[in-house]
């Protein structure tokens, strides 16, 4: 060894035509979870992904699930280089937004769902945020399933855990997954709904109630939530059944029944957004309704007092006029009397008005 290459070794350079020593391996802050399956039983430990990933090839029904948080570039390039991901799908792992889809490139199924969570709030006001919202991408392939979660709503640690007590549908592969996550997002959707029919009774009632509390910025509120949470809901309907027909890159037989099951479920979250949806726009109008009413009622109250107050500028205008054959001007009692027909009119008027409905 030359000299150069001593003082290369000492200052920690890489010495030419040698290997420089492996970097050491640890999970990034982006991995929640990583384990590999076999006939459905988690190995033990947390292997790296690489590590789990090469250990699911060499074995026999055997797989790894990848567990990532809303990772960085760099997370999703080496996990792309590692699982055989195309650019595309990298690049839309990192961003969040999207719509639920499914869609497959070559031996990778790439299943889109929205993450939807109820926000706790004392009362509603014109800027409470009352659903959270996200997504989670799940890539499935022969030996992998990859779930990459955008957002606070929707963590997958539950479902992790519930699955691992199934052994029979953990066995099924990767597709186990899918199923796990979906059925998790659409238990979501109708815990949500529960919640947002509480706060769609409260308005209503606020709304017809005696005192009309219930202000119109409040009601708007929750109609631009209850919107949100639909466009989380519904767009899945026709991903999730697309599943659902026999073909090979489709979930296994063993499965079918169950992802029938979250189908039925979200049939049925489905329906109660869309109800919550059209209450909310006939809350929303007979809140308007009542507006107008109030302000037409208004305007009469205004129209009834500025008719009773005319009578009495009238009445005190003639006899303001001064002319000198005026039939009261000799009169002892004519200024009394005056008064009194203007107290009379006033009171005529009033009766009148306030028989009407007007007062």
């Not at 074995?59 to 699930?65: C, S």
């Not at 706060?199 to 509120?221: G, K, W």
């Not at 109660?272 to 929303?284: Q, W």
């Amino acid at each position: 060894m030359g000299l150069s290459a001593v003082f290369d070794r000492l200052l920690g350079r890489a010495v030419p035509g040698q290997r420089g020593p492996e970097p050491r391996r640890s999970n990034p802050d982006a991995v929640v979870d990583c384990a590999v399956y076999v006939d459905g039983r988690r190995e033990p430990g947390r292997p790296h992904y690489a590590d789990a990933y090469a250990r699911s090839r060499r074995g026999r029904d055997a797989f790894v699930w990848l567990g990532l948080h809303e990772p960085g570039p760099a997370v999703l390039a080496a996990v792309g280089r590692t699982f055989g991901l195309d650019d595309l799908t990298v690049e839309q792992a990192l961003a969040d937004g999207h719509r639920p889809t499914v869609r497959r490139d070559g031996d990778v199924t790439l299943l889109v769902l929205r993450t939807a969570g109820y926000v706790l709030h004392a009362e509603l006001t014109d800027t409470s945020e009352v659903i959270d919202t996200g997504d989670v991408m799940v890539l499935l392939g022969d030996r992998f399933a990859i779930t990459v979660r955008h957002g606070a709503a929707g963590a997958l640690t539950s479902v992790r855990a519930d699955v691992e007590q199934r052994q029979a549908m953990l066995a099924q592969g990767p597709w186990a997954v899918a199923y796990a996550v979906c059925s998790r997002m659409v238990d979501l959707y109708l815990e949500v709904a529960g919640h947002v029919e509480r706060d769609l009774e409260r308005i209503e009632e606020a709304v017809f109630a005696r005192d009309r509390s219930a202000d119109i910025q409040h009601i708007y509120q929750l109609k631009r939530e209850v919107v949100e949470f639909k466009r989380a809901v519904q767009p899945l309907q026709v991903p999730l059944r697309s599943l659902l027909d026999q073909r090979p890159d489709n979930p296994p037989r063993e499965l079918y029944r169950w992802f029938v099951d979250v189908d039925a479920r979200l049939t049925r979250a489905v329906d109660r957004v869309a109800a919550y949806d059209d209450l909310l726009n006939s809350i929303l109008q007979s809140r308007l309704a009542q507006l107008a009413v109030d302000q037409n009622n208004d305007m009469r109250k205004i129209a009834a007092w500025a008719a009773i107050a005319a009578t009495q500028t009238g009445i005190a205008g003639v006899y303001g006029m001064n002319f000198a054959n005026m039939p009261e001007l000799g009169w002892r009692y004519g200024y009394p009397a005056a008064l009194g027909l203007m107290a009379l009119t006033a009171l005529t008027l009033y009766r009148l008005f306030r028989r009407s409905g007007w007062l």
